[in-house]
């Protein structure tokens, strides 16, 4: 079984669509989903729908759980408050629903892997600490009885961490231990933070035992054309052509 892990599309059509077509020729037999549907650009109905449309598994990403329940815009700052304010006046009743409907992660799927969006123990918290990489480790061995691999997302930056604390950057072909535990994230859809502008995801062959990382470019000028002509902040188009 071949299962692709997607992450934080944030309204980008145009990555969304170049992601759809490279999976197509991967012949996938699933696909699951670590959150962030909306935020930042200007396509939210559409992948909020084909993204619904898509996934077998898709948990809620902070922008998801705050445009579809706006109680709360404090700790976003000035340019994602504004995106989400923009996105929930953009989304279709409809959309609003499917948003509302993504679940709260760490969700077990397949009885072999942990989706979250930010990590197991909170959904909003960014793993970028040993700290936090320590406490994700053990809340999964602690939690759930013989999980391996816990899929996040939120960072925007590819990575594997290995239980050691290994990290690295995910070569496109990585052999994984079934006997180890690991920390993937399969980077962002919609807006790379890696200073690399290409659509970023990967795939686990199950059978291999092989976890792939895939790049992919889409049309980064339309996507910031239309940010533009929405209004949406200037800012958010720039930082597409540069990957962060």
Not at 66 to 71: D, G, L, M, Y
Not at 73 to 88: D, G, P, Y
Not at 98 to 127: A, K, N, Q, T, W
Not at 227 to 239: S, V
Request: a negative charge.
């Amino acid at each position: 079984m071949r299962i692709a892990i997607l992450s934080d599309v944030h309204a980008n059509r145009e990555a969304l669509w170049e992601v759809e077509r490279a999976l197509q020729d991967l012949a996938v037999d699933s696909i699951l989903y670590l959150g962030d549907a909306v935020g930042y650009n200007a396509d939210p109905d559409h992948c909020v729908r084909r993204l619904a449309e898509l996934t077998d598994l898709a948990v809620r990403g902070n922008h998801d759980k705050t445009v579809a329940n706006p109680k709360d815009l404090s700790w976003f700052n000035e340019v994602a408050r504004a995106a989400i304010l923009w996105t929930r006046d953009a989304l279709s009743t409809q959309s609003l629903e499917i948003l509302d409907s993504f679940p709260e992660g760490p969700r077990v799927v397949l009885d072999r892997y942990l989706l979250c969006h930010g990590s197991p123990m909170d959904e909003d918290l960014y793993i970028m600490r040993r700290a936090d990489v320590d406490r994700s480790f053990n809340y999964v061995r602690d939690n759930t009885e013989g999980i391996k691999i816990c899929f996040f997302g939120h960072t925007h930056v590819p990575l594997i961490i290995e239980e050691d604390g290994r990290t690295l950057t995910p070569p496109e072909r990585f052999s994984l231990d079934p006997q180890r535990r690991y920390l993937i994230n399969p980077g962002s859809v919609g807006q790379p933070r890696d200073r690399v502008p290409l659509a970023s995801f990967g795939v686990i062959d199950e059978e291999a035992m092989v976890y792939y990382h895939y790049r992919v470019p889409f049309p980064i000028k339309t996507a910031q054309a239309k940010i533009i002509a929405a209004g949406l902040p200037r800012m958010l188009a720039d930082r597409l052509a540069a990957g962060w």
